[in-house]
C-alpha cells in the first residue's frame, strides 16, 4: 500500500458528480445554485489591488512566523471598526487559509487518535482535516426550536465529550442554518471547556453577513477568556477575496494556556511560513474596500431571498446570518432523489441535505449569492419539479 490511510479508500464520483459531469461534457448549462465562490457570482466589485511585485515594500522579504504586524494591526482595526470587539494584535497569528488555520489547531491541540467536536448540521470540509491529521471528528447536534432558531443542544454535546476529546468547534454563524451563537451559548460552551480541559474552536467568517431581518445579535468569540478560545476568520468571506489567502487565528484564554498555545503556535506556523508577504502589505488597503463589497452581496442576498419567498410554494428556514438558505421540501420528496433530478432532467444544481449531516432526508440548500437570473430561472425550474412529483 503506497497512500496514507488518513485518505478515502476510493475517489471515484458518486451518481451525482458523474451526472454532472456528463451534463458539462455535453456543454449543458448548468444553472448552480449552490454557488460560493463571490468572484464567479457576476458582482461588479474587483478592487484594484493596491500592492504589486514592483512595490517596495514587496521586494524585501522579512519572514515572521506570526505575520507582519501592520497587517494583524489592521485586523485588529476591523474588529473595531465592526464593532465586534477590541484585541490585541499580538494575540493574532496569520495564516493563509482557514482551513490552514483548522491544520495548525490541530496539530498544536491533538495527538493521533484523539478528538474533537464538530456540529452538525454543519458543513462536511470538517471530516477532511480532522481525518487528515489523524483526528476523529464526532458530532455533537444543532436543534431547531419552536421559534425555527437553530440552537446548540447541550445534552448531546456533554453526551459526546470522551476522554480522548481536545476541543469544540463551533461555526458562528453556522453553515448553513445561519444560526449565530448566543451570549448563553457562549458561557456554557466556556464553562464547559474549562471543566474538561478543552479547547473552544470558533470560525466566524460570516459573521458579517446579518440578515437585516432577524432579531439576532452577533457576537464574537473574541472577548472570550474563561477557557482556551481560538477565534478564526479571513478574507475569503469579510472581502469576498478567497483568491487573496489570508486568513487569522486570534488567541484568549486564561494564563499561562494562552501564552503557552501562542508559542507553540508560533512555531507551528514558523515551520512552514506560507502566508504572501505581498498579501500581507495590501491587507490594510483591501479593509478600506469592505463597505462597498459587504453592501453589494448582502443586496444580492436580500434579492434572491424575496425571489425565494415570491417563486415557490416552499418556506425557507429562519435564516439569522450568512448566505445559504435551507428549504423543506414536500413530505413525498427526498433530498437526494430532487437533487438528481434536478440535475439529471433540468441541469440545476442544488445541494442535498444530507451533504450537511441533516438528519432529516428533506431539505435541500441553496447559495443565495448565486446571480440573480440564474437564480430566478432556477426556481421557476425547482418549482416546476415540485408539480410535476405532486402530479404523479
Known amino acids: 500500500m503506497f497512500f496514507s490511510t488518513r485518505l478515502p479508500k476510493s475517489l471515484e464520483p458518486n451518481q451525482f458528480t458523474k451526472i454532472l459531469e456528463e451534463k458539462r461534457a455535453t456543454g449543458a448549462k448548468i444553472l448552480d445554485l449552490t454557488q460560493a465562490n463571490p468572484t464567479t457570482a457576476g458582482f461588479a466589485f474587483g478592487p484594484a489591488f493596491p500592492i504589486s511585485p514592483a512595490d517596495e515594500p514587496a521586494k524585501g522579504y522579512e519572514p515572521s512566523a506570526q505575520g507582519l504586524l501592520a497587517t494583524r494591526e489592521a485586523i485588529g482595526e476591523y474588529y473595531l471598526n465592526n464593532n465586534h470587539g477590541r484585541i490585541d494584535s499580538d494575540d493574532l497569528l496569520l495564516t ?3 482551513s490552514e488555520a483548522y491544520s495548525f489547531l490541530l496539530k498544536l491541540l491533538t495527538d493521533p487518535g484523539d ?3 464538530i ?16 483526528v476523529r471528528p464526532s458530532r455533537y447536534m444543532l436543534r431547531e426550536d419552536t421559534a425555527g432558531h437553530w440552537r446548540i443542544d447541550f445534552t448531546s454535546l456533554e453526551g459526546e465529550i470522551s476522554r480522548l476529546t481536545r476541543a469544540i468547534v463551533v461555526v458562528n454563524p453556522n453553515n448553513p442554518t445561519g444560526s449565530y451563537m448566543t451570549a448563553d451559548e457562549l458561557q456554557r460552551l466556556s464553562a464547559l ?14 459573521l458579517d453577513y446579518k440578515n437585516p431581518g432577524s432579531s439576532a445579535t452577533p457576537i464574537s468569540a473574541i472577548a472570550g477568556n474563561t477557557a482556551l478560545t481560538f477565534t478564526m476568520s479571513g478574507l475569503s468571506k469579510v472581502l469576498a477575496l478567497p483568491q ?12 499561562p494556556q494562552k501564552t503557552m498555545a501562542k508559542q507553540r503556535l508560533e512555531f507551528i506556523a514558523d515551520t512552514y511560513l506560507s502566508v504572501n508577504s505581498m498579501i500581507q502589505h495590501a491587507a490594510g488597503a483591501l479593509f478600506s474596500c469592505q463597505e462597498g463589497v459587504q453592501r453589494e452581496i448582502l443586496a444580492r442576498i436580500r434579492t434572491n431571498e424575496t425571489l425565494l419567498q415570491s417563486q415557490t410554494g416552499l418556506t425557507p428556514a429562519l435564516r ?13 420528496i427526498g433530498d437526494e432523489q430532487c437533487c438528481l433530478d434536478l440535475l439529471r432532467e433540468s441541469a440545476v444544481l442544488v445541494h442535498p441535505g444530507f451533504f450537511y449531516d441533516f438528519v432529516e432526508n428533506n431539505r435541500i440548500v441553496v447559495s443565495l449569492i448565486t446571480p440573480e437570473e440564474d437564480f430566478r430561472l432556477g426556481l421557476l425550474l425547482l418549482q416546476d419539479y415540485f408539480n410535476s412529483q405532486h402530479r404523479i
Request: charged share 15%; net charge negative.
Open 119 to 134: 456540529p452538525a448540521p454543519s458543513y462536511p470540509l470538517f471530516d477532511f482535516l480532522a481525518t487528515l491529521e489523524n
Open 115 to 117: 478528538e474533537i467536536l
Open 244 to 255: 487573496v489567502k489570508l486568513s487569522w487565528i486570534h488567541v484568549n484564554g486564561p494564563e
Open 96 to 98: 493563509a487559509s482557514t
Open 320 to 332: 439569522e446570518g450568512g448566505w445559504y438558505a435551507i428549504l423543506n421540501l414536500p413530505e413525498t
Open 193 to 206: 471547556c474549562l471543566t474538561h480541559d478543552l479547547a473552544l474552536i470558533v470560525d466566524e467568517v460570516f
